[in-house]
C-alpha cells in the first residue's frame, strides 16, 4: 500500500465517507453506534500504547483495522448527531404548539407574493402550563408581501400561525424540495399574515454571522448605489458576493449554456484573487517584529469573512479551507501536499455537516479540483510549450479541459446538458472575472471606507460596469452560437458512476501509460453502452397518462415511445416557465423525441396513439373522460366502462347520473379546480365508495402501463 504513504488524509477520509453514505442504509441504533464506537476506541489506544510489545509484521493489519473502523463509525455517528430531530428538544415533539419564540437566522428574500426568510424555533409557549420552553429545530417563514417589514438576521419574532409540513414532490421527476431542505434540517414551513407575529426582540449582541450578514447587506447597497443596469448588477452581486438572487432564470440559462456558470459560483478563482489582494495590501507588516505572524493571521481571517459573506457555500469552505492550510504551510516553512489538503477540506466540511456530500456544489467542487490536480499537469507536459506567454494559454487550456472532464458527469446527471464551447469560452470569460473581481473589490474598498477617491473610484466602477457588461454581451454571443449546448442529456445513476470510472481510466491509459487499465475500461464502456440502451428501450415500451399538479392550470400528458401530446388550458399553454418548471425534467427523463402541444378545448384530436372527441379520450389501453364544461345528459341502456373521469374548472357534475352513464376506477379533479368548489363533491364520492385523487392534495396523478418486462426488471435494478 506505499501508493497511499503520501496521502494520510485521503486514507482517513476514506471509511469516513463510507459511514456517512452507508449510514440510512445500515439504520444502526445510537446506542449500538455508541457501543461500537467505545469498543473500536478502545481497542486501537490499547493497541497502540499498551500492546505494542505483540505490535509484528503479520499483524500489522490490526492498526489500520480497528483506525478505519473507528472512523467508519464515526460516519454514521455524524449523520445521527447532525440530524435535528434527534434532539430531545426539537419542536415536532412538542404536543402544545400556542405560540412559537423564532429568532430569523437568513436574509429576507422577495419573491412573487411573498417574503422568504428562514428562523430557528427558540421557545415554545404552551396555554395550558403558561410557560415557556426552550425547544431547536429550524423552519421556512413566508411573510405576508408588505412594504413597511424591516427584519435584520437575529431578530425575535413570537408566532402563533401554525406550521406545515414541506410539500413532497408534486410532478413527476420535479425538484425534490423537501428533501433538499430535509438535507438541510428543515421540515415545516408557516405563512405570517400581518396578525400573526410580532417583534419581540432586536440583535443586540455582536455574532460573526450577523456581522457577516449585515456587511453583505452594506455591500449590497453599495453595488446598488452604482446604478448599474439589472443584469450587470446581478451578475457583479452573483459574481463579488455569491449573492445570485438578482439573477433571472433567462441569464442563469444563458451562462450555463455558454458553460460560463461557474464563475457566478464563489468558488477557489474568488477566494485566490481575495488572497492574492490581502497579501499584498498586507505586505508591509513583515518589517515589524511578528509581524509575518500577524499578517498571517489577518489574511486568513479576511479570507474567511468572506466566506461567510458570500454564504458559507461548500466549495466556498472547501477552497477556504485549502488556502488557509497552504497559508499556515507556508507560514511554517513546510511544503503541503495539495491531495492532503484537498482531502483534509472534504473531512473537516464533513465532520460539520455530512449531508454536503449530497450538495451539488460540494460534488462540483471537489470533482473539478481532483481532475485539476490528477490531469492538469500531465496535460500541460503533453503539450510542451516554451514560449511564457503561450504557456500561460496552454495552462488555461488544460485547466479547462481537466475541471470539465472532472464535472460534466455530474453537470449531464443534474442538468441534463454540455455546452460545447466552453474551452472557447473560458479562454476569455477567466481573464475578464479576474478584472471583474479586481474592480469590484476596488469599487467596494472605496465605498466601504467612505471616501469617494475621485478618478480612482470612477475609474473603478467605470472598469467594473464595462467589464461585466463585456462579459454578458460575450455569454449571450457564445450561447447563440450554432450547436452551442447538447440538451436533454439522460444518465441513469449507474451511468454516472461509469461515465466517472471511463474518465480515471482514459487518464490512466493515456496520460500515465496504465495499461492495466485497459480490460476494467473496455468492460466499463460496454456496462455503460448496454444500460444505455436498456433504459432506451425501457422508455419506448411504456405508456404513461399524468394529470400535472399546476397551480390554477389544467394540464395533461400522454406519453407513448417516446413521444408525447400535451393537453392543456390556453393559460397554461402560454405560460412557457411555467411549461418549463412542470414538464421539463419529466420529458428529459422520459427521453421525449417528438412533442406535440394542444388546447383542451381541441376536437376531434387524433395521433397514432390517442384520439379524443368531445370529452372522451382514448389513450392506447386507456379511455378517460375530461369534464370541463356540462356534461349533456346520455341515455345509454348500460353505463360505458372507462378508467378515469377528470374534472376540471370547478364544473358542476351530478355524481349519481355520472355513475348511471360510466362505470369508472377514480375520479380526478386537477389543478384547476378550487378546493372549496369541490369539497361537496368529494364528500359525495367518499359516500358513493367512488376512489377520488385531488391533484391539489396529492400531487401529480401517474400512470403507467408496462408493456415490456424489461420495465419491470428496471424498477428490481434501480
Given at each position: 500500500?506505499?501508493?497511499?504513504?503520501?496521502?494520510?488524509?485521503?486514507?482517513?477520509?476514506?471509511?469516513?465517507?463510507?459511514?456517512?453514505?452507508?449510514?440510512?442504509?445500515?439504520?444502526?441504533?445510537?446506542?449500538?453506534?455508541?457501543?461500537?464506537?467505545?469498543?473500536?476506541?478502545?481497542?486501537?489506544?490499547?493497541?497502540?500504547?499498551?500492546?505494542?510489545?505483540?505490535?509484528?509484521?503479520?499483524?500489522?493489519?490490526?492498526?489500520?483495522?480497528?483506525?478505519?473502523?473507528?472512523?467508519?463509525?464515526?460516519?454514521?455517528?455524524?449523520?445521527?448527531?447532525?440530524?435535528?430531530?434527534?434532539?430531545?428538544?426539537?419542536?415536532?415533539?412538542?404536543?402544545?404548539?400556542?405560540?412559537?419564540?423564532?429568532?430569523?437566522?437568513?436574509?429576507?428574500?422577495?419573491?412573487?407574493?411573498?417574503?422568504?426568510?428562514?428562523?430557528?424555533?427558540?421557545?415554545?409557549?404552551?396555554?395550558?402550563?403558561?410557560?415557556?420552553?426552550?425547544?431547536?429545530?429550524?423552519?421556512?417563514?413566508?411573510?405576508?408581501?408588505?412594504?413597511?417589514?424591516?427584519?435584520?438576521?437575529?431578530?425575535?419574532?413570537?408566532?402563533?400561525?401554525?406550521?406545515?409540513?414541506?410539500?413532497?414532490?408534486?410532478?413527476?421527476?420535479?425538484?425534490?424540495?423537501?428533501?433538499?431542505?430535509?438535507?438541510?434540517?428543515?421540515?415545516?414551513?408557516?405563512?405570517?399574515?400581518?396578525?400573526?407575529?410580532?417583534?419581540?426582540?432586536?440583535?443586540?449582541?455582536?455574532?460573526?454571522?450577523?456581522?457577516?450578514?449585515?456587511?453583505?447587506?452594506?455591500?449590497?447597497?453599495?453595488?446598488?448605489?452604482?446604478?448599474?443596469?439589472?443584469?450587470?448588477?446581478?451578475?457583479?452581486?452573483?459574481?463579488?458576493?455569491?449573492?445570485?438572487?438578482?439573477?433571472?432564470?433567462?441569464?442563469?440559462?444563458?451562462?450555463?449554456?455558454?458553460?460560463?456558470?461557474?464563475?457566478?459560483?464563489?468558488?477557489?478563482?474568488?477566494?485566490?484573487?481575495?488572497?492574492?489582494?490581502?497579501?499584498?495590501?498586507?505586505?508591509?507588516?513583515?518589517?515589524?517584529?511578528?509581524?509575518?505572524?500577524?499578517?498571517?493571521?489577518?489574511?486568513?481571517?479576511?479570507?474567511?469573512?468572506?466566506?461567510?459573506?458570500?454564504?458559507?457555500?461548500?466549495?466556498?469552505?472547501?477552497?477556504?479551507?485549502?488556502?488557509?492550510?497552504?497559508?499556515?504551510?507556508?507560514?511554517?516553512?513546510?511544503?503541503?501536499?495539495?491531495?492532503?489538503?484537498?482531502?483534509?477540506?472534504?473531512?473537516?466540511?464533513?465532520?460539520?455537516?455530512?449531508?454536503?456530500?449530497?450538495?451539488?456544489?460540494?460534488?462540483?467542487?471537489?470533482?473539478?479540483?481532483?481532475?485539476?490536480?490528477?490531469?492538469?499537469?500531465?496535460?500541460?507536459?503533453?503539450?510542451?510549450?516554451?514560449?511564457?506567454?503561450?504557456?500561460?494559454?496552454?495552462?488555461?487550456?488544460?485547466?479547462?479541459?481537466?475541471?470539465?472532464?472532472?464535472?460534466?458527469?455530474?453537470?449531464?446527471?443534474?442538468?441534463?446538458?454540455?455546452?460545447?464551447?466552453?474551452?472557447?469560452?473560458?479562454?476569455?470569460?477567466?481573464?475578464?472575472?479576474?478584472?471583474?473581481?479586481?474592480?469590484?473589490?476596488?469599487?467596494?474598498?472605496?465605498?466601504?471606507?467612505?471616501?469617494?477617491?475621485?478618478?480612482?473610484?470612477?475609474?473603478?466602477?467605470?472598469?467594473?460596469?464595462?467589464?461585466?457588461?463585456?462579459?454578458?454581451?460575450?455569454?449571450?454571443?457564445?450561447?447563440?452560437?450554432?450547436?452551442?449546448?447538447?440538451?436533454?442529456?439522460?444518465?441513469?445513476?449507474?451511468?454516472?458512476?461509469?461515465?466517472?470510472?471511463?474518465?480515471?481510466?482514459?487518464?490512466?491509459?493515456?496520460?500515465?501509460?496504465?495499461?492495466?487499465?485497459?480490460?476494467?475500461?473496455?468492460?466499463?464502456?460496454?456496462?455503460?453502452?448496454?444500460?444505455?440502451?436498456?433504459?432506451?428501450?425501457?422508455?419506448?415500451?411504456?405508456?404513461?397518462?399524468?394529470?400535472?399538479?399546476?397551480?390554477?392550470?389544467?394540464?395533461?400528458?400522454?406519453?407513448?415511445?417516446?413521444?408525447?401530446?400535451?393537453?392543456?388550458?390556453?393559460?397554461?399553454?402560454?405560460?412557457?416557465?411555467?411549461?418549463?418548471?412542470?414538464?421539463?425534467?419529466?420529458?428529459?427523463?422520459?427521453?421525449?423525441?417528438?412533442?406535440?402541444?394542444?388546447?383542451?378545448?381541441?376536437?376531434?384530436?387524433?395521433?397514432?396513439?390517442?384520439?379524443?372527441?368531445?370529452?372522451?379520450?382514448?389513450?392506447?389501453?386507456?379511455?378517460?373522460?375530461?369534464?370541463?364544461?356540462?356534461?349533456?345528459?346520455?341515455?345509454?341502456?348500460?353505463?360505458?366502462?372507462?378508467?378515469?373521469?377528470?374534472?376540471?374548472?370547478?364544473?358542476?357534475?351530478?355524481?349519481?347520473?355520472?355513475?348511471?352513464?360510466?362505470?369508472?376506477?377514480?375520479?380526478?379533479?386537477?389543478?384547476?379546480?378550487?378546493?372549496?368548489?369541490?369539497?361537496?363533491?368529494?364528500?359525495?364520492?367518499?359516500?358513493?365508495?367512488?376512489?377520488?385523487?385531488?391533484?391539489?392534495?396529492?400531487?401529480?396523478f401517474v400512470f403507467v402501463e408496462k408493456t415490456s418486462p424489461l420495465k419491470q426488471f428496471n424498477e428490481l435494478v434501480y
Open positions: 500500500m506505499r501508493f497511499w504513504n503520501p496521502y494520510p488524509m485521503a486514507r482517513l477520509l476514506f471509511p469516513f465517507l463510507g459511514g456517512i453514505l452507508l449510514a440510512p442504509w445500515l439504520r444502526f441504533p445510537i446506542a449500538t453506534t455508541m457501543l461500537l464506537l467505545s469498543v473500536f476506541g478502545l481497542a486501537l489506544c490499547f493497541w497502540m500504547f499498551f500492546l505494542k510489545k505483540y505490535h509484528s509484521y503479520p499483524l500489522r493489519w490490526l492498526s489500520g483495522f480497528f483506525l478505519n473502523s473507528l472512523l467508519f463509525l464515526i460516519g454514521i455517528f455524524s449523520i445521527w448527531e447532525t440530524t435535528p430531530t434527534n434532539k430531545k428538544d426539537h419542536y415536532s415533539y412538542f404536543k402544545q404548539n400556542d405560540s412559537y419564540l423564532i429568532e430569523i437566522n437568513s436574509a429576507l428574500i422577495e419573491t412573487e407574493k411573498s417574503i422568504k426568510t428562514s428562523g430557528e424555533i427558540v421557545a415554545i409557549y404552551s396555554a395550558e402550563d403558561s410557560v415557556w420552553e426552550a425547544s431547536s429545530g429550524q423552519i421556512v417563514i413566508y411573510f405576508q408581501k408588505q412594504e413597511k417589514i424591516k427584519l435584520n438576521f437575529g431578530d425575535k419574532i413570537i408566532s402563533t400561525a401554525r406550521l406545515n409540513p414541506i410539500n413532497r414532490v408534486q410532478n413527476p421527476y420535479a425538484f425534490d424540495f423537501r428533501n433538499y431542505l430535509a438535507l438541510k434540517g428543515i421540515y415545516h414551513q408557516c405563512y405570517l399574515k400581518d396578525k400573526d407575529w410580532i417583534l419581540v426582540e432586536t440583535a443586540s449582541r455582536f455574532h460573526l454571522s450577523i456581522f457577516a450578514h449585515n456587511l453583505r447587506n452594506k455591500l449590497l447597497d453599495l453595488l446598488k448605489k452604482q446604478n448599474y443596469d439589472e443584469n450587470t448588477h446581478a451578475v457583479a452581486a452573483a459574481l463579488l458576493l455569491g449573492y445570485d438572487e438578482y439573477l433571472d432564470d433567462e441569464l442563469r440559462s444563458k451562462y450555463s449554456g455558454s458553460g460560463a456558470m461557474h464563475i457566478l459560483c464563489v468558488s477557489g478563482l474568488h477566494v485566490g484573487i481575495i488572497y492574492m489582494i490581502a497579501n499584498f495590501l498586507l505586505g508591509f507588516l513583515v518589517r515589524i517584529k511578528y509581524g509575518d505572524t500577524l499578517r498571517v493571521a489577518l489574511v486568513l481571517g479576511i479570507i474567511w469573512i468572506y466566506a461567510m459573506i458570500t454564504g458559507l457555500a461548500p466549495s466556498v469552505m472547501r477552497a477556504s479551507f485549502m488556502f488557509s492550510f497552504i497559508i499556515v504551510a507556508q507560514a511554517f516553512q513546510r511544503k503541503g501536499n495539495t491531495y492532503n489538503s484537498l482531502a483534509a477540506s472534504a473531512f473537516i466540511l464533513l465532520l460539520i455537516n455530512p449531508n454536503f456530500i449530497y450538495n451539488i456544489g460540494f460534488q462540483l467542487s471537489y470533482s473539478a479540483v481532483f481532475a485539476i490536480l490528477f490531469i492538469q499537469p500531465q496535460l500541460s507536459q503533453f503539450l510542451k510549450i516554451k514560449n511564457s506567454f503561450l504557456k500561460k494559454i496552454g495552462d488555461l487550456i488544460t485547466v479547462s479541459i481537466a475541471a470539465q472532464l472532472g464535472t460534466f458527469p455530474f453537470a449531464v446527471y443534474y442538468f441534463h446538458q454540455f455546452p460545447n464551447y466552453f474551452l472557447l469560452t473560458n479562454l476569455w470569460v477567466i481573464p475578464l472575472s479576474f478584472i471583474v473581481l479586481c474592480a469590484g473589490i476596488a469599487v467596494l474598498l472605496i465605498g466601504i471606507s467612505g471616501f469617494s477617491l475621485g478618478f480612482i473610484g470612477s475609474l473603478s466602477s467605470a472598469t467594473l460596469f464595462y467589464s461585466v457588461r463585456i462579459l454578458n454581451k460575450g455569454v449571450e454571443l457564445m450561447n447563440n452560437l450554432p450547436y452551442a449546448v447538447l440538451e436533454n442529456l439522460v444518465l441513469s445513476r449507474l451511468q454516472l458512476f461509469l461515465l466517472y470510472f471511463i474518465v480515471l481510466g482514459l487518464s490512466m491509459l493515456w496520460l500515465y501509460k496504465k495499461r492495466e487499465w485497459l480490460l476494467p475500461l473496455l468492460f466499463s464502456m460496454l456496462l455503460f453502452v448496454s444500460d444505455s440502451l436498456l433504459q432506451s428501450i425501457i422508455s419506448s415500451d411504456s405508456n404513461t397518462f399524468i394529470v400535472y399538479k399546476t397551480t390554477q392550470y389544467s394540464a395533461m400528458d400522454f406519453i407513448s415511445a417516446q413521444k408525447n401530446l400535451l393537453l392543456g388550458d390556453s393559460a397554461f399553454i402560454n405560460d412557457k416557465q411555467k411549461q418549463k418548471f412542470v414538464l421539463k425534467e419529466n420529458h428529459v427523463k422520459s427521453r421525449i423525441e417528438e412533442s406535440v402541444v394542444q388546447q383542451t378545448g381541441t376536437t376531434p384530436l387524433l395521433s397514432d396513439y390517442l384520439y379524443k372527441e368531445d370529452n372522451l379520450i382514448l389513450f392506447q389501453s386507456l379511455r378517460i373522460l375530461f369534464i370541463d364544461k356540462q356534461l349533456p345528459p346520455k341515455i345509454t341502456p348500460k353505463p360505458l366502462e372507462i378508467d378515469y373521469v377528470v374534472v376540471a374548472k370547478n364544473t358542476k357534475i351530478n355524481l349519481p347520473n355520472l355513475l348511471r352513464q360510466y362505470r369508472f376506477k377514480c375520479l380526478i379533479f386537477d389543478s384547476s379546480n378550487t378546493w372549496w368548489r369541490i369539497k361537496k363533491l368529494k364528500e359525495e364520492a367518499a359516500k358513493l365508495e367512488i376512489e377520488v385523487w385531488d391533484v391539489n392534495e396529492k400531487g401529480a
